[in-house]
Structures are given as structure tokens and as C-alpha cells.
């Protein structure tokens, strides 16, 4: 197996087994994908799935930017979980509990119209699991107009860190109250719009509700 990527800074923070890149990933369901095109950096956040070894994500055909990643630039899709402020004794000491992911590589576009089916649904379960069952099934002309990639997780192209745990001991007699501030993303009750007002809530929509914002 090759090395992951070297984290210099707080290296001690650094996370190199596969399960710890697998939890980062499926806790959440949108990362945030960067490239560079025409020499300036191009950065968007993008809902995605992970399907065994590899990132599964989609956009409009007609996005100029995702048609230049998907033609083989250079990618990363990067993730964070903030799950704490983290107060110390002094400005300069103080900082954050999270737990972040970066994938490298190059992303390749998903064409077979049953492969991008595929991909489509696997994206839209990590989102509302089970509302493919309960909607009209996509058609041949909505899979066209979107644009699927996938970007494959090797050995040696990703990165984890995270941090927990408390303020470390201060160097200086204090006053200053110490500790934790925990943060955590919750999904509210749903809101259903004039026209689902007297229907029921879906399964689907409960069992994200159930999950919370993570996406298992």
C-alpha cells in the first residue's frame, strides 16, 4: 500500500487507515470540489456519494467547469465536520474539534445511461434514502442534460485530520474559563410546501430526518 499524502502541520492529528476516511466521507453528503481553469482556482460545493473505492458526483452538462474536470484537470473534493469550539486560556490557544477529508485525483465521466442511472440513484439515496420508490423513475432526456462523474479513492491520493478532546494545560496562571463548546448539525421537522400540506410525510423524508445531516 502507498503512504497517504504527509500532513506537516499538527501531523499528530493525522489519520492514515481506510476506515477513518470512510467515516469522514459518509457523514455527510456535500464536499466541496476545486480545480483550476484558464490559470485561476475554481471552487463549488457538491453534493456526492461514496460508492466503495470511488466519489460519485453530478452537475448540468451546460457547467463549463464541471465539463474541464470531467475532461481529466487535476481535482480535490474536500469535507469537514466541525464538531466543537474548543476554548482555551488565551485567544492564540484556543480552537475547534473537527474531522476532515481531502480525495484526490482526476474525475471520470460516467456516459452508459445505465451506469449514470446508477450513480443518480446512489447519490439521491446518501440524500433522501428511499425516494427513488417514490417518485416518478428519471427520464432518458433528465439523464442526458447531467453531467456524472466519478472520482476513484487510491492508496496515497487522500488526506484525514481531526481533532478532539479538550484545551491542552495552560502555560501561564489563569483565570480564564476552559473547555468545550460541542457542535453538532441536526435536521429540523420537515416543512411541507401549500401543495403537501395535507399529505403525509414520506419515508423517505423521515428516514433523513432519522439520520440527521449525515448521510448513513
Given at each position: ?19 477513518d476516511?470512510?467515516?469522514?466521507l459518509?457523514?455527510?453528503f ?14 463549488v ?30 481535482a480535490?473534493l ?10 482555551a ?20 465521466p460516467i456516459?452508459?445511461?445505465?451506469d449514470?442511472w446508477?450513480?443518480?440513484t446512489?447519490?439521491s439515496e ?80 423521515r ?10
Open positions: 500500500m502507498t503512504a497517504p499524502r504527509a500532513i506537516r502541520r499538527l501531523g499528530e492529528r493525522s489519520r492514515s487507515e481506510r476506515d476516511l470512510d467515516a469522514v459518509d457523514a455527510a456535500v464536499g466541496t470540489l476545486s480545480t483550476v481553469v484558464d490559470g485561476a482556482p475554481w471552487v460545493p457538491m453534493l456526492y456519494a461514496r460508492d466503495g473505492d470511488r466519489l460519485l458526483l453530478h452537475g448540468s452538462t451546460g457547467a463549463g467547469a464541471l465539463r474541464h474536470v470531467a475532461a481529466g484537470a487535476p480535490a474536500s469535507v469537514v465536520h466541525l464538531d466543537g469550539v474548543v476554548v486560556h488565551t485567544t492564540f490557544d484556543s480552537s475547534a474539534n473537527y474531522r476532515s477529508a481531502v480525495v484526490y485525483g482526476e474525475l471520470r456516459t452508459d445511461p445505465d449514470k446508477d450513480a443518480l446512489r447519490v446518501a440524500v433522501l434514502p428511499g425516494r427513488e420508490a417514490e417518485v416518478r423513475p428519471m427520464t432518458a432526456r433528465e439523464i442526458a442534460a447531467t453531467q456524472v462523474m466519478e472520482l476513484a479513492i487510491r492508496d496515497g491520493d487522500w488526506l484525514v485530520k481531526v481533532r478532539t478532546g479538550g484545551p491542552g494545560d495552560p502555560d501561564e496562571p489563569t483565570e480564564a474559563w476552559t473547555g468545550v463548546v460541542p457542535l453538532r448539525v441536526v435536521a429540523d421537522e420537515p416543512v411541507p410546501d401549500q401543495r403537501s400540506a395535507e399529505r403525509p410525510v414520506p419515508a423517505s423524508v428516514e433523513r430526518v432519522r439520520r440527521g445531516a449525515g448521510a448513513v
